[in-house]
Each structure stands twice: as C-alpha cells, then as structure tokens.
C-alpha cells in the first residue's frame, strides 16, 4: 500500500511544478511566470482570509471570549471540508482513472481505500493548517502562550479533516451505490450539485444578511453577536470541537485528555469507515466503471430520424447539447441562471420582514423615475449574462477536437455565428429566470424590467462576441479534464472581468451624459445606439480577421 | 487526384523539418499506402492534406481544388479517419452521424441508406444508439469509418484505419476501400502494417525524416531493390537512409 500511496502523493505534488505548467508553446520562463502569478493570486487570497481573522478575532476579543474564534475556526475548517471535498472524494474513489489499472495491482480492496483516504487527507490538513494557523498565532500571541501550545496546535489542526472526509466518504458510498446502476448518473451529479449551491448560498446569505454597517469592525462585531447561539448549536451538534479549543487553551492533564481525545476521535472515524465500507470499495468502483459498458448490452430502442439540418443548426445543436450534456459545463455555464433568481428571492424575502431596510423598496422605487429603473435593470440583466463561461470558452472547450472542426467543409464564420448563438442562448437562459422572479416579486415596474432585459441583449452581445475573439485568439486546447478547459481558463476569467469592466464603463457613460444635462430617456438611448454599434463592429470582426485566425489556429501541445 | 507541390512542413520554429518538399501526385482510381517508421512525417503529411495543419510552404490540391486559396470546397472532397478518437464522447453514434450528415449536406434519403449501410456492415446497429465513449476503442474506429463515408467523398483518407479492428472488421475494410478506389475514388492510407500495404495498394510512398524517398507499385519497387517483400524494401530504403544519415 505504501508505494501506491508514495505515488499518489508524487502525483499531486508533480501538479503544483512550475515545469509542469510548461506546453510546446510556452518557454520555460513564461511556464514559470504562470506558475508565479498563480501564486500570488492565491497569497492575495489568503492575505483576504488572515485579514477576515484578524477582524473577527478582535470582535471575539471585545466580547471576552478569544477562544471561540479557536472553536469557529475549527468549525469553519470543518465545514470548508465538507463542501469541498464532496466532489474531490466522489471523484477520487469512484471517477478517478486508475480505477481498473489499480484493480489489477496486488492490493487489497481496502489498502486501495486507505491510500485514496490518506492522500485526500493530507491535502485537505494542509488547507486545515492554512485557515487555522493565523487564529492559532493570534491567540498565542494575545495570551502569551508558550512553545508547547503552538507544538499542540500543529500537531491537532491537521486532525481535523478527518471526521468530515469520513462522513463524506460514506455519504459517496451511499450515492454511488443508490446511481451506479442509474443511466443519468451525470443529470444526478448535476441536479445534486445545484442543490448543494442552492443550499450552501441560501446558508451563506443567511449568515451575511445579519450585518449592515459600514465600519468593519463593528460589522464583524454585530455579526458575531448575532451569530454566536447559531456557533454554540454548531459547537453543541459537534462536541468534539470543544475538545479541539480547550486541548489549546487549557494546560495539565485535562488538556492532554481534549487532545488526545480529538485526535483519536478523528483516527477512529477513519478507521472506521475504512473497515466498514472498505471490503466493497473495489468492487463497488468498478461496478461504477463499468455503467457504460453495460448499456452497450441493453441497446435503446432505436429512433428513425434522419430529418436534416444546416451546416449552422448542426453546430449550434452540438454546442448546446455539449453544455447540457458534461456536468462541468453545464455547473459553470448555468450556475447563474439559478444562482441570482435564488438571490432575488432571499434578497425579496428578506425585504418581507418588518424592520427591514428592503422593506421600503416598492415605496423606494415608485419615486425613481422609470427609465432610471430601466437603465439599473439593463446592467443588472447584462451582468447577469457576462457570469456564464460558456461562449468566452467555446474554442478551448473544443481541445483537440479543434482539428476536427478544421476538417469541416464549414465556413470558419459558420462555426464561429453557432458558437456566439450558443454562447447568447445561454446568456438568454441565465437572464430569463432573473427576470420572471423579479417581475414576480416587483409587479409595479413590470415593464422597466422587461424593457431592460431587452436592453441587456445588446450590452450581452457586445461582451459574448468580444469573449469569443479572445478565446479565438488564445484557446487553451490543451487540457486533460473539462474543468481545466473552463475553469481553469485564464483568459476566460480575463474576458469576464473585462466585460464586468465594460458594463461599468456604460454604467460611467450613462451617469456622466446625464450629469451633462441629457434626459435619463435620452441619455440611456445614447448608451444603448453605442452598444449596437459596437456589437455591428465586433460581429464584424468576428466574421473577418477572427474567422481568418480561428480556422487556422493549430493545436499544439 | 491528390496532388502536392512542394509541401514542407516545420516544427519548433524551423528546427524539425517534419515535411520537407514534398510532390507528389496520385490519380483516382487508387489505393495509395503511406508507409514510414514512427516520426517519418506520414501524420503530419495527413494533417496538412486535411487542413488540421497549414503548410509553411507549398500547395495541395484534391480534386484539381486548391486547398488553402479555397479550403471549403476542397474538405468537401475528402473523409478522414484520424488514428486517435478525440471526438465528441457523449454524443450517441446515431448523434455524431446525423451531425457529420448535416455538415457534408448529405440528403435524408442517402444518408439513411448509408448509415444502415455501413452500420450493417461494421456490425454497430445494436449500438448506435448508446453514448460513444460506452464503446471500445475497435468500435470508435468503426464509428469514424462509417462517419468518413457518410457523405461518399471522392477522396477518402485514413490515419492507421486497421488498428483496433477485429479480423472481420479489417477483413470488411480492407474490402471497402478496394470497391471504393474501383468506382474511380482515390483512398489514400498510412500503415504499419506492410503485409496489408503490399496485398492491398496500387501505389505505395515511402516517407523517411520528411522525405518521400521510395513511390510507385509495390511489385515494381519490390523488383527494383530485388527484394520479395514490402517489408525487406520498407527496411532496405529506412536502413539505408539511416546509413547516410
């Protein structure tokens, strides 16, 4: 077990080598500053989390009670492991490639189920050891704590994970065991995983609602006040994290008892869940693998449709069934549409209550003139739109498949018009739900909404085409797995960005020309004439020197 | 026809000639083998005759078509079997038909008859309907045959078509593309398999560090290097540019 473990972690480390960042098209330096900004990207955000800390720990400090920012961070590790390992373990015992090479090794069904859980394990500790060390220093620090405390810190953080990838790992047993034997294992991922960002937003705006002051500190403040019986609940539901906060807080033998206690509390859970489920593991996995062999042997019944289609609705059906069809894609590209209608209910539901700051809206906005109304709704539906990635991705998504389309007797405009006409479907069902919800919610400004969602389509055009010639320009053909080719996709998170900076650049022009005097009628008319015109200039573009480089873009490896 | 006129192909700015200079040009009616040890440039020629590669120099005509100054009209012309199937795993064989049908502009009528056809023939019916990624590697290739011949290309050419294939499947290939060069359309395959290039081509071309170094009828060369095999031939012409080299 040991060497495929040895391998395992080999594997994942090789993942973070500047070398490996390294294609045919790049030299090694420029391999090496990806790797660098990638990097400080990730230290930015992580100077963000030691900041929210800091912030919190003084509001826990002000209320005397430091150490349960120890117990909240805990919890919040936690948590963290939860959400995000749900999907990593899912795939890594049971989606994973190894799956039938690793069946042939002389390894017990269990040894493979150990190393898989170790190796989840480990990496999971190091983001437990990263989230926790800056409240486990703030505390030393505030309470002078000597070396033996931060030694016990060390060696108790990274126990953590534990207990949570047990309860996950049983939990993918039990849906693996429940889907493997279903055809639309793919529509259960999805549908699972929109349930699970429903749940997850619906909690987090919950939690966030609660504060609407400006200063920082006295938002943290009010925040933890408000939330601490929802953190005891937690700490009541989860006693052993009350271990975790007082093996650090306290001294003698009481402590050594938390902490021993912790500690083992999370090798049994482990340990358990290994003996109980770890006999089936392999062959559960396999049986998983091999779904799609069986539905060769019971063949659909065939349907004989041979009706024809253009060239151009040929590449538009694919592109669309593509999103629908690849959980990844249809997570990244649709996740808006149901995202910010969940927003609006909440943000609506919230404006019911009595004594609420929302409550006065509909009174709010009968004194906002109507184009005014018009003008938010048109940014709020177009902002809407620019969050799916699916047309600033649609020619890496096609990886090497790109020589494929090369073959086509297609016009390269041909095939680029179906990717923006899919790439404005999408963007039509991400805007669609945003809208019937506040049409439902705000009947007395029916109209400015739909005049608005009208609106956005210019705007959206604009940004989607613009996406799409960056994508032309700069396709990442050489992904392995769907999330790197959208998710993972630097130049798509530019083209988002950029198109976020557009919609404030109309926002700044709408604001400006009133400023000068312009009527909001006008003024909001002006802005949308300048949109066409820019979407007339970029189709254009698409259609000549972006179809010219498309079609003669070489995958390259 | 295929016909290419001074085609050279570089890599790494230059440093690798993959395609050096080549012309050469093939009637219809045939059955050509492309024949070359591993990194001799045979895919990398396929690619620059299906348009997935541009040239650095040179031009490629199929059928008298130019294909870089008309490119559209041109890959009408051709099906292609690629040695790899990268292609769109979540489709149905039936979807990745229709689809290929729709953008060749093949006619309801012919298109049903093709795909029973073939489907037929490669013994996928039972199949078709299932996702692509459900099937083993022999039937993908199956599946990228029928799709090349779905829209009957006058000119059809194949990247190692025989690998993964099961006997029978071969043995139906093999056959296909004899009546297919028989009804006046040129087929133009790469190979390892010299056994199979020697039974079944008019012509075969030998490729070697990008060069075209042996062509003609398998019999002729085999006369002209004294050798009674394709394969002591392939071996001789490798062996010896090896030697120079």
């Given at each position: 077990m040991i060497p495929y473990l040895k391998v395992l972690i080999r594997q994942r480390l090789a993942a973070w080598?500047?070398?490996?960042?390294?294609?045919?098209?790049?030299?090694k330096n420029r391999s090496i500053v990806s790797f660098a900004l990638i990097m400080l990207s990730m230290v930015m955000l992580y100077a963000m989390l030691v900041a929210l800390e800091y912030f919190m720990f003084g509001a826990f400090q002000q209320i005397g009670e430091p150490e349960t920012m120890l117990a909240l961070a805990g919890i919040l590790c936690t948590l963290m492991t939860v959400i995000t390992s749900f999907f990593y373990v899912l795939s890594e015992l049971f989606f994973s490639k190894d799956v039938t090479f690793v069946s042939a090794?002389?390894?017990?069904s269990r040894e493979i189920l150990t190393a898989k859980l170790l190796r989840i394990w480990l990496g999971e500790a190091g983001i437990a050891l990263l989230i926790c060390l800056p409240v486990t220093v703030l505390y030393g620090v505030s309470q002078a704590m000597g070396l033996l405390y931060y030694l016990k810190a060390l060696l108790l953080i990274p126990f953590i994970p534990m207990v949570p990838i047990a309860v996950i790992t049983l939990l993918s047993f039990v849906l693996i065991r429940a889907s493997?034997?279903?055809?639309?294992r793919e529509a259960l991922t999805v549908v699972m995983s929109m349930l699970f960002l429903v749940v997850y937003l619906w909690g987090e705006m919950q939690f966030t609602m609660s504060s609407q002051k400006d200063d920082i500190s006295a938002a943290v403040l009010q925040l933890v006040l408000k939330q601490k019986p929802l953190l005891d609940m937690m700490a009541g539901l989860y006693p052993p994290i009350r271990w975790f906060s007082d093996a650090l807080t306290q001294s003698g033998h009481m402590a050594t008892a938390n902490w021993l206690g912790f500690a083992a509390l999370a090798v049994a859970a482990l340990t358990a869940v290994v003996l109980l489920v770890g006999g089936t593991y392999q062959h559960l996995a396999i049986k998983q693998n091999e779904t799609l062999t069986r539905l060769n042997a019971t063949a659909r019944r065939s349907v004989d449709r041979h009706g024809m289609r253009t060239p151009f609705m040929a590449l538009y059906r694919r592109e669309i069934r593509e999103i629908f069809l690849v959980p990844t894609y249809t997570m990244n590209c649709l996740a808006s549409a149901v995202i910010f209608p969940i927003i609006a209910v909440i943000t609506m539901m919230s404006a019911g209550k009595a004594g609420s700051e929302l409550a006065m809206l509909p009174d709010l906005l009968k004194l906002v003139p109507g184009v005014l109304i018009t003008a938010i709704a048109t940014g709020v539906f177009a902002l809407t739109s620019n969050l799916n990635l699916a047309v600033a991705t649609s020619i890496s998504r096609e990886g090497v498949r790109h020589e494929f389309f090369r073959t086509l007797p297609v016009k390269p405009q041909t095939q680029l018009a179906a990717k923006l006409m899919m790439g404005l479907t999408l963007n039509l069902l991400s805007g669609i739900p945003m809208a019937i919800v506040l049409m439902f919610v705000l009947p007395a400004i029916r109209a400015e909404l739909v005049i608005g969602f009208l609106c956005s389509l210019l705007f959206s055009t604009a940004t989607s085409t613009a996406s799409l010639m960056i994508d032309v320009a700069h396709p990442k053909f050489g992904w392995k797995n769907e999330t790197e080719a959208i998710k993972q996709n630097g130049m798509a998170t530019i083209a988002m960005f950029g198109s976020m900076a557009f919609l404030v650049v109309c926002g700044a022009a709408f604001y400006g020309l009133h400023a000068l005097g312009l009527h909001y009628a006008l003024t909001l008319l002006a802005v949308c004439a300048a949109a066409l015109g820019l979407d007339v200039l970029l189709l254009r573009r698409l259609t000549g020197k972006a179809a010219e480089t498309y079609i003669l873009q070489e995958v390259q490896i | 026809m295929i016909r290419f006129e001074n085609v050279t192909k570089t890599y790494a700015g230059g440093a690798?000639?993959?395609?050096?200079?080549l012309t050469m040009e093939i009637d219809g009616g045939k059955v050509f083998g492309f024949l070359g040890p591993n990194g001799a440039g045979k895919t990398t020629t396929l690619k620059l005759m299906t348009g997935i590669l541009n040239p650095d120099q040179g031009q490629i005509w199929l059928e008298n078509v130019d294909l870089l100054k008309n490119p559209i009209d041109a890959k009408r012309m051709f099906g292609f079997v690629p040695d790899?199937?990268?292609?769109?795993?979540?489709?149905t064989g039936k979807e990745y038909l229709t689809f290929l049908a729709d953008l060749y502009h093949v006619g309801e009528k012919e298109r049903k008859e093709h795909m029973d056809k073939y489907l037929a023939r490669y013994e996928l019916e039972g199949a078709i309907?299932?996702?692509?990624?459900?099937?083993?590697h022999g039937m993908k290739q199956k599946l990228q045959i029928i799709g090349s011949l779905i829209h009957q290309p006058r000119i059809w050419i194949l990247d190692e078509p025989m690998v993964g294939l099961d006997p029978a499947s071969m043995h139906a290939l093999k056959q296909e593309m004899r009546d297919y060069c028989e009804s006046g359309k040129t087929v133009f395959f790469s190979t390892h398999v010299l056994d199979v290039a020697e039974r079944l081509c008019d012509e075969v071309g030998i490729i070697h560090k990008g060069k075209l170094i042996a062509r003609g009828a398998p019999e002729t060369l085999m006369k002209d290097d004294m050798v009674s095999t394709l394969e002591d031939l392939f071996l001789n012409l490798t062996g010896k540019e090896k030697e120079k080299a």
């Open positions: 080598n500047p070398v490996s960042f390294q294609s045919a098209k790049k030299s090794l002389p390894l017990s493997a034997l279903w055809k639309r | 690798t000639r993959a395609v050096d200079d790899s199937f990268e292609m769109f795993e979540r489709l309907n299932q996702p692509i990624r459900s099937f083993s």
